[in-house]
């Protein structure tokens, strides 16, 4: 039995979607912070992202999704398994920055000397100010860190992915402090123990193949050997497309990946290049 953190919040939903695609629901409770899976030995706990490392460590929970940004303030010691990067906005990372009101004359994190800096990573702020050599007062921000400026505070830093909220709030960015994504970690022990190792590595390749698999389809289709160049010059791939004789000596079957939002474009271009039976499937899983 593996006992895995699901990050309670904003990425929860995102969380027990990708694991439904995963092939492993999770069954929740909304008045309880365990859940049920539909593999036996495999229970989740819903945990604050910010306290999944500190539970992994001590070993309250075997493995945890949380972001590199709480592993790195948490300054404890996991196990990196593997990236899993579904920001909210887009398949990039995520940023903390260092953000001033945009009426500010400031313009280098060197000019903030003895200035109040408001935000939630509290301890990667610290270190990215020594750095710097620059002494300033960190304080811990409970939210709504965007309002803080200019009265409760000089600066902030916040987390972003597009920057609509900071614009909206009259702040603007000077620098970014740190990049960051969801992680898969684990604790010592539970990577040291055979067993529950091949559990969680098992979990992260299916995570990850549903994840390589989103806004991705499959094609197939049937194109005379004569044409087969034209059609393969239209189509991007994974590695190469596969190519497989069919009953017919004179014709091919032709299989391959492609991004969703392209087959607009694609599948017309196929046609023209006398492709036929072309068929787009959905996609569950992409283990690459």
């Known amino acids: 039995m593996i006992r895995i953190g699901i990050p309670k919040g904003s990425l929860q939903e995102a969380t027990l979607e990708l694991f ?17 899976t539909a593999d036996p030995d495999i229970e989740c706990m819903l945990i604050r992202a910010q306290e999944m490392a500190r539970y992994v460590e001590h070993g309250v929970l075997d493995a945890g999704l949380t972001g590199f940004d709480w592993v790195i303030e ?13 920001a909210k906005q887009s398949r990039g990372k995520v940023r903390w920055v260092l953000a001033i009101p945009e009426t ?20 990667v702020t610290r270190e990215y100010f020594r750095k710097k050599s620059v002494p300033v007062r960190v304080e811990f921000s409970w ?8 009265m409760l505070a000089d600066a902030i830093v916040e987390v972003t992915e597009t920057g609509s909220s900071l614009k909206a709030n009259r702040l603007r960015i000077i620098d970014t402090v740190l990049e960051s994504n969801t992680q ?17 590595e098992n979990l992260a390749l299916m995570l990850r193949g549903a994840m390589e698999a989103r806004d991705r389809v499959g094609l197939m289709l049937n194109v005379r050997k004569q044409d087969l160049a034209a059609v393969l010059s239209v189509l991007p791939a994974l590695k190469k497309p596969t190519v497989a004789t069919l009953s017919d000596d004179d014709w091919v079957a032709v299989n391959t990946v492609i991004e969703e939002s392209t087959a607009w474009q694609i599948i017309p271009r196929l046609k023209e290049a006398k492709a036929q039976g072309i068929v787009e499937y959905p996609l569950n899983k992409v283990v690459m």
């Open 74 to 86: 948490s300054g404890l010691e996991v196990v990196t398994v593997c990236d899993l990067v579904y």
């Open 20 to 36: 439904h695609r995963a092939g492993l629901p999770v069954y929740t409770n909304g008045r309880s912070y365990s859940a049920s």
């Open 104 to 123: 500010s004359r400031v313009e280098h994190a060197e000019e903030l000397e003895n200035c109040i800096i408001a935000t939630e990573l509290v301890n």
């Open 184 to 200: 898969i970690i684990a604790s010592l022990t539970a990577w040291n123990q055979d067993c529950k190792r091949r559990k969680i």
């Open 143 to 150: 939210g709504a860190t965007e309002v803080k400026p200019p």
